[in-house]
């Protein structure tokens, strides 16, 4: 069993910055694909970033490409999200979550087994 921590969220104006952490612990870190998600009130969950376990390989949804950025520091158990330059319709609950792989990187939220609790984000215009 893997247990993720997210936090980081808040309120910002746009074109702020705010960098999203989610802590995992249980089980080894090892192996495992980490993603980000969103989702915005009356809106299907997105995939916002996914990352790799070794990090070699990355995805980012075309609405955050250039001012998102996702990296992990295995050591620590932690994955963060670096979101610049937002924009009010990045406004949602942000949910970091993460699923064992031997090789692939999984892009639908369907493909994840662990979830975090959610972190909210708010952009104000």
């Known amino acids: 069993q893997v247990q993720l921590v997210e936090s980081g969220g808040g309120l910002v104006q746009a074109g702020g910055s705010l960098r999203l952490s989610c802590a995992a612990s249980g089980r080894t870190f090892s192996n495992y694909a980490m993603g980000w998600f969103r989702q915005a009130p009356g809106k299907e969950r997105e995939t916002v970033a996914v990352?790799?376990?070794?990090?070699?390989?990355?995805y980012y949804s075309d609405s955050v490409k250039g001012r998102f950025t996702v990296s992990r520091d295995n050591a620590k158990d932690t994955v963060y999200l670096q979101m610049n330059s937002l924009k009010p319709e990045d406004t949602a609950v942000y949910y970091c979550?993460?699923?064992?792989?031997?090789?692939?990187?999984?892009?639908?939220?369907?493909?994840?087994?662990?979830w975090g609790q959610g972190t909210r984000v708010t952009v104000s215009s």
């Open positions: 990352i790799s376990w070794r990090g070699a390989n990355i």
């Open positions: 979550a993460g699923v064992w792989v031997l090789a692939g990187l999984p892009l639908s939220a369907d493909d994840y087994d662990y």
